[in-house]
């Protein structure tokens, strides 16, 4: 939802006298050529047998939008988009004197398509990971079934993956998690390599790694949200989602750089929560490309019924768009409008003006609730610290807001040589997990848990947080 979109009216339009409201008086006002009447939602369509919802936002103030409702026709469930643009993918540009023409819903208020058609490239690389993917099906769900049945909890498992270069975000979401007495039981880990299954089997949790399907996902963590390598590691969390859903299992996916403060599936199970198929961590970002949802990608819940399935086999179907375009955020947002229109796929965006899933969105937008939540004044769930530029940015926040347990020893280091000459059972843990968050300064202009004061601002003019 929008900001204040609790708060606009909604146009009704009626094709029949019969869907009018059964009170009179608005009958009579609302087919009079006066003022339209204002009423009750619920009054207002007690006669509307279906009914037809769009919604709209004008991404742009400046932007003159029109609507046109065109009847006669077969009925219609998208909307197409019309402007008034010269050229055409990233040369297209808004121009007021261009004729109307119809465009992708990728397209910005300037013109710009940000829609990125897969190379051939592209489609090599995805048809070589889905053939491996279907040759190996069959065996993938007998082994994954196995290990689920053994770890799943009221039928519902955590997902995640990671790589060597994040392997490190992991051991953090371990030791933060077990720090607050959080049962990991129900943990699977798809790591895309070996050096990051032997850190998850350092730390006690359940793998599934086939290593031809992830050979092609590099071992490095990417340079910068959205490059190459970034793209890449985006299939593997196509897959993995898709697999355990397909199998029936409900799932929490999520990135290795959430901090859990408390057990998010008591959220998803509560009685009122189970109407919804999916839900999503609200991204923050506004951006015309994430449209209609917003919705983060990387902390969601989803319950494994038909519609959810439909959505991930589309998903994985459509990889190869999600490796050109370097993140499969904005495929999956028009998926979910899709899905949700074609097979009534219920979604449903943990709002960001709500307190129990913040994000980076808060980290670096809103101070003011920041600092709330350092003064013990939130209580959220989850903390997920996105919209960092790259892992060195998200260490540095995380150190200063207390949500890092890892010493350096154990930064992209092996499990075995971590775990060298230290005979205890639970030596990754005990080597690599501290008692009490690790707290540095690195920006006096970012929020922290620790005064900064002294330490340089990471933003031009950056005031001091503290």
Known sequence: MSDGAQHENTLILYDSARALPSDESMRKAAQANEDIPEMDALDATAN??????????????????????????????????????VGEG?????????????VSRMVTSKGYDELTMP???????????????????????????????RIAVDNAVVVMTVNKGQSELLINFVCSARSRGFDLKN??????????????????LATFYHKELTKAIPSEEAARYGDSTFGHIMMAKVICVQLVNELGYDLLFQDVDVIWYKNPFEYFNAEGSKKFD?????DGNRQERFAPYAANSGFYFVRSNNRSKLLFRTMLYQ????LACRSHQQVLISLLAEINNYAGLTVKVLNRDEDDFPSGYHYHMRKDW?????????????????????????????????????????????????????????????????????????????PSVIPCKDSPPMDRSGRSFW
């Open 187 to 204: 943990v699977i880990l798809f790591p895309t390599d070996q050096f990051s299954k032997d850190i998850a089997d350092g730390l006690g």
């Open 48 to 85: 509307c047998d279906t009914m037809n919802v769009i919604f709209l936002k004008n991404p742009q103030g400046y932007i003159r939008q029109c609507v046109a409702l065109v009847g006669g026709q077969y009925q219609g469930y998208h909307v197409q988009r019309w402007m008034r643009i």
């Open 370 to 446: 920041m600092r709330q939540m350092v003064d013990g004044k939130k209580d959220p769930v989850i903390f997920h610290m996105c919209w960092t530029l790259n892992k060195i940015n998200k260490l540095e926040f995380m150190k200063q807001m207390g949500m890092w347990y890892v010493p350096d020893k154990c930064v992209g280091k092996e499990a075995k040589e971590i775990t060298s000459g230290s005979n205890a059972k639970n030596g990754l843990m005990n080597e690599c997990c501290s008692a009490e968050p690790l707290k540095k300064c690195y920006y006096r202009d970012k």
């Open 319 to 322: 990889g190869d768009l999600v």
């Open 278 to 282: 999916v839900y999503f961590q609200d």
């Open 119 to 149: 190379k051939q490239w592209h489609l090599d690389l995805h048809r070589d990971i889905m053939l491996t993917y279907l040759t190996h099906l069959k065996e993938m769900q007998g082994e994954l079934k196995s290990t689920l049945n």
């Open 90 to 102: 990233p040369h297209g540009e808004w121009d007021e004197t261009a004729p109307l023409h119809q």
